[in-house]
T-cell receptor, first 115, second 113 residues
Framework: AQKITQTQPGMFVQEKEAVTLDCTYD???????LFWYKQPSSGEMIFLIY??????QNATEGRYSLNFQKARKSANLVISASQLGDSAMYFC????????????FGIGTKLQVIP | NAGVTQTPKFQVLKTGQSMTLQCAQD?????MYWYRQDPGMGLRLIYY???????DKGEVPNGYNVSRLNKREFSLRLESAAPSQTSVYFC????????????FGPGTRLTVT
């Protein structure tokens, strides 16, 4: 089974609208961490947001929020008020395992923001 | 603070040649990682080093070796390059514990002909 599944290869969103990028994960660990990264066309990887498995509240960072549904093993990224600069690849990732060093990334979702 | 630096930025090798990708971080992070990124595959972990003096295999270690030279530096070596190793290689570092994100270098685009 895939550890991290991102089922949307590409998404379009109108500028200023909100968009949800889906991520489901698979782990048997009780303690794990979930991350979202952004990769613009320039290629660098930029950390956006983190959610711990024991965190009761959904994480938020500015216009980014993580919709964490533990029972469904989903960790969707919500971007509010989309901007043209949000056009990029978005990767969901999970830390698990001994020392939490085992890091698995999804295959990514390409988001395009339309003016 | 330079963050995570990688050299070289681009490299072309012939099949069978060897090379070492260099990575250094100046954030005093304990953990360092090497990933490869291929189209449609996302990032896959090659090797990681949880702390100075330790290294462990990730998801795709075959054909690679690593050295954690000191706390700052973590190198990736291809002993006999193969076309299947054509990829973009990213080095990353983190403080090491569960909640800490990884900081990535700019990547090395490697082509093996």
């Amino acid at each position: 089974a895939q550890k991290i599944t991102q089922t949307q290869p590409g998404m379009f969103v109108q500028e200023k609208e909100a968009v949800t990028l889906d991520c489901t994960y698979d782990t048997s660990d009780q303690s794990y961490g979930l991350f979202w990264y952004k990769q613009p066309s320039s290629g660098e990887m930029i950390f956006l947001i983190y959610q711990g498995s024991y965190d009761e509240q959904n994480a938020t960072e500015g216009r980014y929020s993580l919709n964490f549904q533990k029972a469904r093993k989903s960790a969707n990224l919500v971007i509010s008020a989309s901007q043209l600069g949000d056009s990029a690849m978005y990767f969901c990732a999970m830390r698990e395992g001994r020392g939490y060093q085992k890091v698995t990334f999804g295959i990514g979702t390409k988001l395009q923001v339309i003016p | 603070n330079a963050g995570v630096t990688q050299t070289p930025k681009f490299q072309v090798l012939k099949t069978g040649q060897s090379m070492t990708l260099q990575c250094a971080q100046d954030m005093n992070h304990n953990s360092m990682y090497w990933y490869r990124q291929d189209p449609g595959m996302g990032l896959r972990l090659i090797y990681y080093s949880a702390s100075e003096g330790t290294t462990d295999k990730g998801e795709v270690p075959n054909g690679y070796n690593v050295s954690r030279l000191n706390k700052r530096e973590f190198s990736l070596r291809l002993e006999s390059a193969a076309p299947s190793q054509t990829s973009v290689y990213f080095c990353a570092s983190s403080k090491g514990a569960l909640s800490y994100e990884q900081y990535f270098g700019p990547g090395t685009r490697l082509t093996v002909t």
